[in-house]
């Protein structure tokens, strides 16, 4: 029999596209549309509070997003810094608990930095947890799962009969988290761009064409009531 409907999604995960698009319509820098996403984090965090979601996790970098231009990427990365910087406080305030997955030490070191001091300040928070993916591709992911477990394997910890799903996951960077009930991708892109590919196996996709940057809490709202009519079957009748 299908789960009964759950009406809010206990994690929802969002790729935030189009923050280019949105500088480009307003004849600005690419890097101005970066700025504007940052801020607009605010009010999907505290809809996501207020809804009572568990979990946000935000694809913030793609691993592939290295290859962009070095000074759109250092200009990222510099606003990355300085989000966490600046947003602690208000994690604080909110009761938000910051996780991070991605290949983190791939950041530069005053981002790593910032990141593990934001997260270790906001660890004792039970409210939302807020996790950002940073340098974040699923392939990668899969591979330093395999890794994982091909060493547990030769320690002699577990034995190769033992790897199902379940033991599979509990090798993903996302090891603490249940798997997205909603996926939100922002900007009308219709694919997944290597992200959570093991984990999205049976989550909900909403895509709106509204671009990240303009992307506000009615519109959280409107993706997680959209959520709540949805059927999911899981295979089964
Ligand atoms: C998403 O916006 C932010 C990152 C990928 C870092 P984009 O920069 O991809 O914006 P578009 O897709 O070019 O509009
Ligand atoms: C996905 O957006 C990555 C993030 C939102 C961080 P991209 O803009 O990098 O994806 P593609 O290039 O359109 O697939
Ligand atoms: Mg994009």
Not at 26 to 46: M, Q, S, T
Not at 208 to 220: M, N, V
């Amino acid at each position: 029999m299908a789960a009964a409907p759950k009406t809010i999604p206990r994690h929802i995960a969002i790729i935030m596209d189009g923050n280019g698009r949105w500088a480009a319509n307003h004849g600005l820098p690419r890097i101005k549309g970066h700025e504007k996403g940052a801020d607009a984090v605010r009010a999907c965090v505290e809809a996501c509070g207020e809804l009572k979601v568990e979990y946000l996790t935000l694809y913030a970098f793609s691993a592939e997003n290295w290859q962009r231009p070095k000074t759109e990427v250092f200009a990222l990365m510099r606003l990355l810094e300085k989000f966490l910087k600046e947003k602690t406080a208000e994690l604080l305030e909110k009761n938000v608990r910051l996780q991070a997955i991605g290949r983190l030490t791939d950041l530069p070191l005053n981002c790593q930095r910032q990141l593990h001091e934001s997260i270790e300040r906001t660890a004792g928070n039970d409210g939302l947890t807020l996790v950002l993916a940073l340098s974040y591709g699923a392939r990668l992911e899969i591979i330093d799962a395999i890794q994982s477990l091909l060493r547990e394997i030769e320690a002699g910890h577990i034995d190769k009969a033992m790897i199902n799903p379940d033991l599979f996951s509990k090798h993903l960077y996302t090891r603490y988290y249940p798997d997205p009930d909603l996926l939100i991708r922002t900007s009308g892109e219709l694919r997944l761009s290597n992200f959570l590919l093991w984990q999205l196996s049976y989550t909900e996709i909403y895509v709106t064409p509204k671009l990240w940057p303009e992307f506000g809490k009615e519109d959280l709202r409107a993706a997680v009531a959209d959520f709540a009519q949805r059927q999911r079957r899981y295979g089964v009748v």
